[in-house]
């Protein structure tokens, strides 16, 4: 992480905890690459904080 993401997610909890479930679904992904709930999951969760791009390829992947 940068300082400055470090800074933030020590002074505000919700990012903290945005970075935390991010990672999980990654490590689910990693773990289990074919497993569909979690790459839904992902890309909603790309989806709902902005990364309409990241989103759109792990929604293809899901519906593939």
């Known amino acids: ?3 400055s993401e470090t800074d933030a997610a020590g ?8 970075e935390r ?4 679904l990654e490590a689910a992904i990693d773990a ?3 497993a569909l709930d979690a790459r839904y999951y992902h890309a909603a969760f790309l ?5 309409l791009a990241g ?10």
Not at 21 to 24: F, I, N, T, Y
Not at 47 to 51: E, I, K, N, S, V
């Open 47 to 51: 989806r709902d904080h902005g990364d």
């Open 55 to 64: 989103a759109i390829a792990e929604f293809e992947t899901v519906l593939a």
């Open 11 to 18: 002074v505000w909890p919700p990012f903290a905890a945005r």
């Open 21 to 24: 479930v991010l990672h999980d």
């Open 32 to 34: 289990a690459p074919d």
């Open 1 to 3: 992480m940068r300082k």
